[in-house]
């Protein structure tokens, strides 16, 4: 097989070069055309794009945020609170052991002087010629 074109003969193989190179060269246009519409369809949505309104959003954040150092307050309140219940606390515990303590020498001392006292009028009961017992005797 053979073609002739403006003068120049062409024959099988080198048909099927020129063939191949031409669908490729049209290939390669082609898809320069696609890539080309897409680049200036994108550039046209980038350049068109708008941020959203992000306001809303804005005020709810700040409202959270103001919210969350309230709670953050209100707990460090309760806790400085909290301590100084239990140091208060504490104080009245040591208050009431100290007076417990006072109060159980108190007693002992007390219990202590009484039965010295008891012994005392015994012994002088016992002494006593009248009763007609010597304590001294036994």
């Known amino acids: 097989m053979e073609i002739d074109v403006g003068g120049i003969k062409f024959k099988g193989g080198k048909i099927f070069v020129i063939l191949t190179a031409l669908s490729t060269a049209a290939g390669i246009v082609w898809g320069a ?27 709810k954040l700040a409202i959270i945020e103001e919210n969350s ?52 009028k015994i012994k002088k009961a016992l002494d006593n010629p009248l009763a007609g017992m010597d304590a001294s005797a036994n």
């Open 33 to 59: 055309a696609m890539f080309w519409k897409d680049y200036m369809e994108m550039k046209e949505q980038i350049q068109s794009y708008v941020a959203p309104d992000l306001s809303e959003f804005d005020k």
């Open 69 to 120: 150092a309230k709670a953050v307050d209100y707990t460090r309140d309760i806790k400085n609170d909290l301590k100084a219940d239990i140091r208060k606390l504490e104080d009245v515990v040591e208050t009431v052991e100290r007076s417990t303590k006072q109060a159980q020498r108190d007693m002992d001392k007390d219990l202590r002087e009484l039965r010295k006292d008891i012994d005392m």
